[in-house]
């Protein structure tokens, strides 16, 4: 059980085009999901985190207008990438949490991540 | 500040060798401690975690990992590796406070036949 996807797996898009990454909880619900992005031979960086019905928290550095994140569900959040650019290129992984309250019902459970490639 | 160290970028092992991953953290609370693996085109997969209690954690794939509080400590064991566990592993902290994760920068560990 427990189970994150991740929509699509790989992409590739011109520079200046949008791209919608979907993170979907296929088994549970979770009330905060999170996304991350993860450079070449680098550790995982927070980018954001959403809970449903509510607006994303952003960590300081990122970009709110460049990465759109919508939790409009408890089985779904997406990332949009806004006019996207070379740099953007990189690996974006969600993950999504269960339920609130104690931390051992806390896990995060990843999704397989999505490879964005940006001409 | 919160942080993680793993002080090994790269590890080579044997198969059928044994194997430790080392993992310093700096952090003011207790810590929950988690131990994942990203394997090549998959996911990150949680191998174990360590809330409260045992000090020694047993995990998934024969891994387990022992909590020293006073070296800061949370070292990935394995007593054989496999091929199979040619990954990269990421020792992790979560914060009590909104549980989120901060990360270390990973080990990449590669399996000698």
């Known amino acids: 059980g427990a189970v994150v996807s991740q929509h699509p797996s790989w992409v590739i898009c011109k520079s200046g085009t949008s791209v919608k990454i979907e993170c979907r909880s296929l088994?549970?619900?979770?009330?905060?999901m999170f996304w991350y992005r993860q450079f070449p031979k680098q550790s995982l960086m927070l980018m954001a985190t959403?809970?449903?019905?509510?607006?994303?928290?952003?960590e300081q550095g990122v970009e709110k207008d460049k990465f759109l994140i919508n939790h409009a569900s408890l089985t779904l959040s997406t990332l949009t990438v806004t006019s996207a650019h070379p740099e953007d290129s990189s690996f974006y992984i969600c993950?999504?949490?269960?339920?609130?309250?104690?931390?051992?019902?806390?896990?995060?459970?990843f999704g397989p991540g999505t490879r964005l490639t940006v001409l | 500040a919160q942080s993680v160290t793993q002080p090994d970028i790269h590890i080579t092992v044997s198969e059928g060798a044994s194997l430790e991953l080392r993992c310093n953290y700096s952090?003011?609370?207790?810590?929950?401690l988690f131990w994942y693996v990203q394997s090549p085109g998959q996911g990150l997969q949680l191998l174990l975690k360590?809330?409260?209690?045992d000090t020694l954690v047993q995990g998934i794939k024969g891994f387990e990992a022992e909590f020293k509080r006073s070296q800061s400590s949370f070292n990935l064991r394995k007593p054989s590796v496999q091929w199979s566990d040619t990954a990269e592993y990421f020792c992790?902290?979560?914060?009590?406070?909104?549980?989120?994760?901060?990360w270390g920068a990973g080990t990449k560990l590669i399996i000698k036949p």
């Open positions: 952090y003011g609370a207790t810590p929950y």
């Open positions: 993950s999504a949490r269960m339920t609130s309250g104690r931390m051992r019902n806390n896990e995060q459970f």
């Open positions: 959403s809970n449903e019905g509510s607006k994303a928290t952003y």
């Open positions: 088994d549970f619900q979770a009330t905060t």
């Open positions: 992790a902290v979560a914060e009590y406070s909104n549980y989120q994760l901060i």
């Open positions: 360590y809330f409260s209690g």
